[in-house]
């Protein structure tokens, strides 16, 4: 199952379309690859897993990098060692954001980005995002400071936006923004 997931890498061009709305009820497909990017960013995240099967970890993953052109995406988020809370946002809005800006401090990473990339992507400290799940029932999560980045940073992969292209020197970064 972990096989199944081809990234496309950040020089294909199909990274750089805009996702197209997802018509509800989900093809079997859809959920099959829901499934297994679900899946991939678990065990990306599991470091003997990851090491086994020579899986780069990853918290994210749009639809459209696996050059699948529907706005829907996946992040896995570990909030305690070994304890994933798994987000799936299906034709996803961000409908609110806190005017206070953060950067990770290491940067941002990206599965279709295979190169360390210097600098960093500024973004809201606090995001709400609406959007659906794979029943098609509306759903609202208000994120903040890593996991906003990671929802910021699946949207913009809809948008087809790669976080190089927001890339800035940490020395630019303005004073009101912090890194986390």
Do not use: W
């Not at 996702?19 to 499934?35: A, G, N, Y």
Request: aromatic share 8%.
């Amino acid at each position: 199952m972990l096989n199944a997931i081809s990234i496309l890498d950040e020089k294909d061009k199909r990274l750089r379309e805009i996702s197209q709305p997802v018509v509800f009820p989900l093809t079997s497909q859809d959920k099959e690859l829901i499934k297994k990017m679900a899946a991939y960013l678990k065990s990306s995240q599991i470091k003997e897993i990851a090491k086994k099967y020579q899986l780069r970890p990853g918290m994210g993953l749009a639809a459209s990098q696996l050059g699948i052109n529907k706005r829907y995406f996946v992040i896995v988020h570990e909030e305690e060692e070994q304890k994933f809370k798994e987000y799936i946002m299906i034709n996803p809005t961000i409908v609110s954001y806190s005017e206070e800006q953060i950067y990770a401090i290491d940067g941002e990473g990206c599965l279709s980005v295979n190169r360390e990339v210097a600098g960093v992507v500024p973004r809201y400290a606090r995001v709400t995002i609406t959007g659906f799940n794979m029943e098609g029932k509306k759903i609202t999560i208000r994120a903040r400071e890593e996991l906003a980045i990671a929802f910021q940073h699946e949207i913009d992969h809809l948008d087809g936006i790669l976080f190089i292209d927001k890339v800035i020197n940490p020395l630019e970064a303005s004073s009101s923004m912090r890194g986390i």
